[in-house]
């Protein structure tokens, strides 16, 4: 997904694609995360967690390979598969975590979203370099390497390690449960927040006057910065008794981010080093939450499944919405305000989710539902 911004521009020239088609385009991974991560507690429960992850490795590969083929279609077909794999392997994180790391979740998930992070910044500033020396289709084929790395080491770890399998829970209490609709709004808004940013970071800072590699590199800094916070964030949310401090602590940096790219663009790296930080924080946040407000592997899978089908179709919004209102207005003043206004609900929801508060403790009423 990281390798795509970078690019956009060339993309729209290449195959003539809107603004419009392209926010479609880097949103069509997050809305994969949503429709399909109901399918991976049922695949965990039949294969095991190790095995499940396997074999969403397998879309992934095609997908990444085959969305350099160089054609619109091609593009398209080949995001939407890698985003299915994706989608899977997702929801299937804090299950296993659960299941065998359980008194050291934090850690964990730490070095899980670090590793994510470190992921997408490879992929953000090595884009634009790959580009000029082998071309848009060669700079996106390239990332099908790791992918392939990942099936060959999750295989060995399938193969010798004993699966862990998820219970079959009440998926229909959870959508009657007041902590897990807040769990699942918090992670839904973060990742909006987050993926408008993936998407359009970079051409915000070209049309604000940085070249394309420097805009690559600042992409790349969205993504590694985050490193320090998701390594943070986990340990220090298993540790505390609720985790409400941190969630406010969190979007406080998105916020003063997003106010600093509005009131002194100039000043981008400074805006978007705190941007990396408040983000990585968040999507760490929201992962360690999935895992404490589930009582058992089982419920975590579950848990993690709601929050990011619905999360993630709520954040696939984010980037279609930033590149409508950016043809809409003609700039990027009036996306930029809109993504700051969303740091209010994020923190509303961010302290009900951080409560101690387990899954299975409270109910929706018709008061809620009103």
Request: proline letters at 5%; a positive charge.
């Amino acid at each position: 997904m990281a390798s795509v911004p970078p690019l956009v521009e060339e993309l729209q020239r290449e195959l003539g694609l809107s603004a419009t088609a392209a926010g479609v385009l880097t949103a069509a991974p997050v809305l994969c995360f949503g429709l399909l991560a109901p399918a991976a507690p049922p695949l965990a429960r039949k294969l095991g967690g190790e095995r499940a992850l396997l074999l969403a490795l397998l879309p992934v590969l095609i997908g990444v390979a085959g969305r350099a083929a160089g054609s619109t279609f091609a593009l398209f077909a080949g995001t939407i598969l890698a985003g299915a794999g994706v989608a899977i392997a997702n929801v299937l994180v804090p299950s296993v975590v659960k299941g065998r790391f359980d008194r050291g979740t934090g850690l964990v998930t730490g070095l899980y979203v670090a590793a994510l992070t470190g992921g997408a910044a490879l992929a953000a500033g090595l884009t634009v370099p790959l580009d000029d020396a082998l071309g848009w289709q060669g700079a996106l084929a390239v990332w099908a390497v790791p992918a392939a790395v990942a099936l060959f080491v999750v295989g060995l770890g399938a193969r010798r390690r004993t699966a862990v399998r998820a219970q079959a829970a009440d998926v229909r209490g959870l959508l009657r449960d007041r902590v897990a609709w807040q769990v699942t709004l918090y992670m839904g808004l973060q990742a909006l927040v987050f993926y408008a940013g993936l998407a359009w970071l970079p051409s915000i800072l070209r049309d604000g006057g940085f070249s394309a590699g420097t805009a690559g590199t600042l992409l790349a800094v969205y993504a590694l910065g985050g490193i320090p916070t998701s390594l943070v964030v986990p340990v220090a949310a298993a540790r505390l008794a609720d985790q409400r401090l941190l969630a406010l602590g969190v979007t406080a940096l998105e916020a003063t981010a997003l106010l600093g790219l509005l009131a002194a663009p100039s000043a981008a790296v400074a805006w978007v080093t705190l941007f990396a930080l408040g983000q990585g924080g968040a999507i760490a946040l929201a992962l360690t939450l999935m895992v404490l407000r589930a009582p058992d592997p089982g419920r975590a899978a579950e848990l993690s499944g709601m929050a990011q089908t619905l999360g993630y179709s709520l954040a696939a919004l984010g980037p279609v919405a930033v590149g409508a209102l950016h043809d809409w207005s003609d700039g990027w003043r009036v996306p930029l305000t809109a993504l700051l206004a969303l740091t209010v609900p994020l923190s509303a929801v961010g302290v009900a989710a951080g409560r101690n508060l387990p899954v299975g403790s409270t109910r929706l009423t018709l008061a809620d539902a009103g």
